[in-house]
């Protein structure tokens, strides 16, 4: 009975021990779960459509004043670093990048992706890997609103 309470503290003192060898939750990820196959999460789990159910679609955001605030806000969160504030390629992480981000204020790349090609580019990324997708970081109806927004840069 006597040795009850003077193990208590030495099993403490292993747990803690052990702590340290656990891997940690870094920022901005999740724990280190499995999820099960053929398993979806209870708020369901977002369809990405393919380029080509992409390319017909008329760009379903808002047109108004405030949509483009939302769309620049956006673009300066997650686009900006890279892209730079006016779209021209230059953003304060373009240097360290492999290959350049793309001048999203050229006419030529601007004329040959529809609204949906962009979309698909946010959703997936690149395939050189430069720019990620951001599927799991912006809401789709976002997207839609950055693609709004990019489309005024070639304006300015």
Not at 111 to 138: C, K, Q, R, W, Y
Request: some cysteine; charged content about 25%; overall charge negative.
């Amino acid at each position: 009975m006597r040795r009850a309470p003077l193990l208590a503290p030495l099993v403490a003192l292993l747990a803690c021990d052990a702590m340290h060898d656990q891997a940690a939750i870094q920022p901005q990820e999740g724990p280190p779960v499995a999820t099960p196959e053929g398993v979806v999460p209870f708020g369901g789990r977002e369809r990405l459509p393919e380029e080509e159910e992409l390319d017909g679609l008329t760009n379903p955001a808002p047109t108004g004043k405030l949509a483009m605030v939302d769309g620049r806000r956006l673009y300066n969160i997650h686009c900006s670093p890279c892209h730079g504030e006016k779209g021209k390629g230059d953003g304060p992480v373009a240097k360290h990048l492999s290959e350049t981000p793309s001048d999203l204020t050229d006419p030529e790349l601007q004329g040959e992706l529809s609204d949906g090609a962009m979309v698909h580019v946010l959703n997936h990324g690149t395939l050189s890997e430069v720019m990620p997708g951001f599927a799991d970081d912006i809401r789709p109806m976002e997207r839609w609103l950055l693609v709004r927004y990019v489309r005024t840069l070639l304006v300015r």
